[in-house]
């Protein structure tokens, strides 16, 4: 452009140099002069607008870097309160969990003494006056239970005042409302001495475990004035725990209440039951059975008894502590779950030595169901995992709050499931300062089957393999078949498991077995 602008000028001086006359000279002068001064204003315009327009972009380039410069700021700012808040969160997190964790401890402790006092009142009295007869002592002790208690409470384990029942008309016993059961027999003898059998054996296996069979309805024995819908809630329960692992029994189902008033007719009615069915003398059991029943609490819980070995009807009990409560909780059907679950394993326990030995602490019978913490811990997880499917409990739930418990056991003590191998040794954790035979049995227990079946990812192991097969090989080689490494290899992997891994990590594992 100035390029042009100067070639212009130039031409024109040229040709204005080029005329003689003088008017044509002033003429080519003054128009010179206008010349220069439009020269002079292009360039100083130009210039101008060169200098505004290096000042305007110069600007626009500040005003860009400071949005730049403010952008950035603000978003470390943003940043570094997000930081804190996510800080402070976790802060908040970790306090919260500190807390839960500290309260939980403090429960157990409280949990730990309040059972440890009862143990010693029980042994205390169990030791007062002893007779030399094992079972009179023990009907003795219940006497004792009640007679020396001076509170309100129905006795001295019970905690709320003994219920009044005014105007209650106590139900009459009757033979005849017994139930007839169907008996069965099978071909075949036991050695006296050893668990071999003298008949061939599995034929004879296969006919005692189809004697566990029984298409019969549940029986109930309960007090006059009983809530209808409490036996219809455990009804409900048995029957789908028949959907879900066959019809086993018959059943026999006692509900004792707090105080229950009409004991009389229920021990007697239980009595009567048991003696027609098994080698129970009826005097004997009455009294026993109604003076452990007024040793019952305010709440809760439920019993399973197992079958007699060899004998035509193979009845399973289970009797309810508190089970009016057991409804009003909503417990009730997940507990009757439970039981069922003891129902479905012990009719696999067909062999008369299981009992014997059972009852020897420090044995486990290899043709039963090994170690008390598997039976228990499958009972339960089972008796959740079957319940949440109906509403009526949550595995998640159940499963943390028992990792919790486990846990803090672990953590001080450093016990696992080896410690509760047999009874003797559960036996020995209940009485070690730690009072946590329970909660190695129950609640590590649960957690040694979701071990299990997560590993094994199926719960085929226990509901196809383990207890359908232990009276057949034993239930050392049932394990291993059913989880594919031994008893032992289990203890030792599982406690390492449980070591080395973060309880968030052992809680992952729910979402995968809760599927299964
Ligand atoms: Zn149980």
């Known amino acids: 452009m100035k390029r042009i602008l100067f070639l212009a000028i130039f031409t024109l001086i040229i040709s204005a140099a080029c005329s003689s006359s003088p008017d044509v000279m002033d003429t080519a002068i003054d128009k010179q002069k206008e010349l220069d001064a439009a020269y002079e204003k292009a360039t100083s315009e130009m210039a101008n607008d060169a200098k505004a327009k290096a000042k305007e972009e110069r600007l626009a380039q500040e005003e860009e870097d400071r949005k730049i410069h403010d952008e950035e700021e603000r978003k470390a700012i943003e940043d ?36 440890r006092l009862a143990q010693e009142e029980e042994d205390r009295l169990a030791q007062e006056e002893e007779t030399g007869d094992p079972r009179k002592d023990e009907i003795d002790m219940f006497k004792r239970i009640v007679s020396e208690n001076t509170g309100p409470a129905c006795n001295i384990y019970g905690i709320a005042p003994c219920p009044e029942w005014p105007n209650f008309i106590k139900t009459k016993p009757s033979k005849n409302d017994i139930p007839v059961y169907k008996e069965s027999s099978c071909e075949g003898k036991f050695d006296s001495t050893e668990y071999l059998l003298k008949s061939p054996k599995e034929a004879y296996i296969d006919c005692l475990i189809n004697a566990s069979k029984s298409d019969a309805k549940p029986y109930v024995i309960q007090g006059a004035q009983m809530d209808p819908k409490v036996k219809e809630a455990v009804l409900e329960a048995q029957q789908y725990g028949a959907e879900l692992l066959g019809n086993w029994g018959p059943l026999l189902n006692v509900f004792v209440r707090y105080g229950e008033p009409d004991l009389e007719y229920i021990a007697s009615q239980e009595c009567l039951y048991r003696s027609k069915y098994s080698d129970y003398d009826y005097d004997g059991c009455y009294e026993y059975t109604y003076w452990y029943y007024r040793t019952f609490d305010d709440c809760c819980g439920a019993m399973h008894g197992t079958p007699m070995a060899l004998a035509s009807v193979r009845f399973q009990s289970m009797t309810y502590n508190g089970p009016d409560k057991q409804y009003e909780s909503q417990e009730i059907r997940k507990s009757t779950l439970h039981e069922y679950i003891h129902v479905w394993q012990s009719a696999f326990k067909v062999h008369p030595h299981e009992t014997r030995c059972s009852d020897e602490a420090n044995k486990l019978c290899e ?142 594992i729910i979402d995968v077995i809760s599927k299964y």
């Open 367 to 508: 043709l039963g169901n090994g170690p008390l913490w598997l039976e228990e811990g499958s009972a339960e997880y089972f008796a959740v995992y079957f319940a949440e499917k109906k509403a009526w409990s949550n595995l998640r739930f159940v499963l943390t709050e028992k990792l919790t418990s486990a846990q803090n056991v672990y953590n001080k003590w450093g016990f696992t499931l080896k410690n509760s191998h047999n009874r003797g040794a559960k036996d020995k954790l209940d009485q070690h300062e730690c009072n946590c035979g329970g909660a190695i049995m129950y609640d590590m227990g649960i957690w040694g089957i979701a071990w299990l079946v997560h590993k094994s990812k199926s719960n085929d192991g226990f509901l196809k393999e383990f207890y359908p097969r232990v009276a057949y090989i034993g239930y050392q080689q049932a394990f291993e078949n059913a989880f594919g490494l031994t008893l032992d290899e289990f203890y030792n992997e599982f406690a390492l498991w449980f070591d080395q891994t973060p309880k968030s990590e052992k809680l992952k």
């Open 80 to 115: 570094r309160l997000a930081q804190e808040e996510e800080d402070r969160l976790a802060q908040e997190e970790e306090e919260r969990k500190a807390i839960e964790d500290r309260l939980a401890q403090e429960e157990e402790e409280r949990k730990a003494i309040e059972d």
